[in-house]
């Protein structure tokens, strides 16, 4: 760093940001996304409906919910007709006598 005006001119600049909600953070990435990156970050800090629509189909794309019920029901219900064939019913038994 270079003196202690530029440290503390930094230091308000990083203050003015979080007041407006604005985080400064590093990416790592292909050299031929830096623009995209870089316009896609100008896009959501606007923060306005369009921002949040992107939010929601980016969100969805990058980070499904994985949380969802019957999502191994689902799988089997698309997976091709060799499944269909399965008997996957439980058979019933009585429970068995023991001597005590």
Do not use: C, H
């Not at 940001?17 to 985080?23: E, T, Y």
């Not at 939010?55 to 019920?69: E, H, Q």
């Not at 689902?74 to 005590?100: G, N, Q």
């Amino acid at each position: 760093m270079g003196s202690a005006a530029q440290a503390r001119a930094l230091k308000n600049y990083r203050k003015r940001l979080s007041k407006q909600g604005m985080a400064r953070f590093e990416v790592l990435g292909l050299d031929s996304d830096r623009e995209l990156v870089r316009a896609f970050a100008r896009r959501l800090a606007k923060n306005d409906a369009e921002a949040e629509e992107i939010r929601a189909s980016v969100g969805s794309k990058v980070a499904p919910d994985t949380r969802k019920r019957g999502g191994i029901l689902a799988m089997l219900r698309s997976a091709p007709p060799a499944f269909a064939e399965l008997d996957l019913t439980r058979v019933r038994v009585d429970p068995r006598e023991i001597e005590l």
